[in-house]
């Protein structure tokens, strides 16, 4: 007995002084939660407002190429010397003038010859007739006689082609772009010397539209903005490819507009509708949030009595259908009425209170 009471006394000790101090921490704890309790539960500062309803036509942007229905690269078929370049860069030509000859006096030369070989045999060809009227001559030898002229006329129309190909004239009026050749310069066969452009307003669009983005008829109309975004104006499509590339599974499309300032073969973006019109409704972009399971924004819903801020925010799923850096479009099933976060809204989570700095109708 006297061996286990040292035992007992040391362990209703231990007891004694674990229950002190279970007592203690728990008076600490206590004392914390309710000083924290103590605290006003946070919230965050947004701006709000009403949603609001527009009908919205999907649209994709598409890179089209500037056309003038009236552009030709001016180039000689044959080569030669330059003989005559009587309109400079920028001029304005009329059609039919000459823009570019080619040395010519040889041919000029041959073509004399041969017409002075076909007024003898013409002149010839006269006397023989009348002598076979007297039976003077043969009929064969008449008959050499027109064969000659018909080899000589043919000849003067080769020599003709030839002296054309070597005179350039404007096939439309229309100005004169830049050119370094001068007189006496050798031009190569096919040698391109300037562009030659027409003064028409009108302007061809031509892009390529990928299969099934959408339908293009002939008579839709379509959006032309520079590559900065900037609005030119409309264009009405003229011609739809019956066809589709098999290699990039696209069909070519050409659009017509007037009135709009574009160089030939400058780039231009083309906007066409990609889908139907639908009702949608619109915020600005920074009401828009993301998490792993999609879009959403939050809607301020009054708190309860006694809350210390007066509305609470609750995410709202939408469906997002085009953004921009200004403004989202989405679709959703929402109060029409109640009040969406704007800015600040990335500072909101599920439940939080929240106070209106500023919002908007």
């Given at each position: ?35 924290g309790a103590s605290f006003p539960e946070t919230y965050e500062v947004v701006s709000a407002r009403k949603v609001s309803a527009m009908t919205h036509t999907p649209v994709r942007r598409l890179g089209g190429t500037i056309r003038r229905p009236e552009f030709v690269k001016i180039s000689s ?271 909101l989570k599920k439940g939080i209170l929240a106070q209106l700095g500023d919002w908007k109708n």
């Amino acid at each position: 007995m006297r061996k286990i009471l040292p035992w007992l006394i040391t362990l209703v000790g231990c007891v004694l002084v674990t229950g002190a101090l279970a007592a203690v921490k728990y008076q600490q704890i206590t004392a914390a939660i309710a000083f924290g309790a103590s605290f006003p539960e946070t919230y965050e500062v947004v701006s709000a407002r009403k949603v609001s309803a527009m009908t919205h036509t999907p649209v994709r942007r598409l890179g089209g190429t500037i056309r003038r229905p009236e552009f030709v690269k001016i180039s000689s078929e044959v080569g030669g010397r330059i003989v005559s370049l009587p309109y400079s860069a920028g001029a304005v030509v009329e059609k039919g003038d000459a823009i570019l000859k080619l040395f010519s006096a040889d041919l000029a030369a041959q073509k004399e010859a041969l017409k002075a070989d076909r007024n003898l045999v013409i002149t010839q060809l006269g006397r023989s007739r009348a002598l076979k009227e007297q039976a003077l001559i043969a009929q064969g030898d008449i008959d050499v006689q027109e064969a000659r002229l018909i080899a000589l006329n043919a000849q003067i129309k080769a020599i003709d082609a030839q002296l054309t190909r070597l005179t350039i004239r404007a096939p439309f009026t229309g100005r004169m772009g830049i050119y370094t050749h001068v007189v006496g310069d050798m031009l190569d066969s096919g040698e391109v010397v300037a562009a030659f452009t027409g003064l028409g307003d009108e302007r061809w669009i031509d892009f390529k539209v990928p299969q099934g983005l959408t339908k293009i008829s002939v008579g839709d109309e379509a959006s032309l903005y520079d590559l900065d975004g900037t609005f030119l104006g409309t264009a009405n499509i003229i011609v739809v490819s019956d066809s589709i590339d098999a290699d990039t599974r696209t069909f070519d499309v050409r659009a017509i507009t007037k009135g709009v300032d574009l160089k030939h073969g400058e780039l231009v973006q083309v906007e066409v509708a990609s889908g139907s019109s639908l009702v949608v409704y619109k915020l600005p972009s920074s009401s828009v949030r993301w998490d792993t399971y999609g879009t959403y924004i939050f809607q301020l819903i009054e708190a309860e009595p006694g809350a210390q801020r007066p509305y609470r925010a609750e995410i709202q799923r939408i469906d997002l259908v085009d953004e921009t850096a200004s403004a989202a479009l989405f679709t959703a099933t929402l109060d029409e009425t109640g009040l969406y976060a704007t800015t600040g809204s990335f500072k909101l989570k599920k439940g939080i209170l929240a106070q209106l700095g500023d919002w908007k109708n």
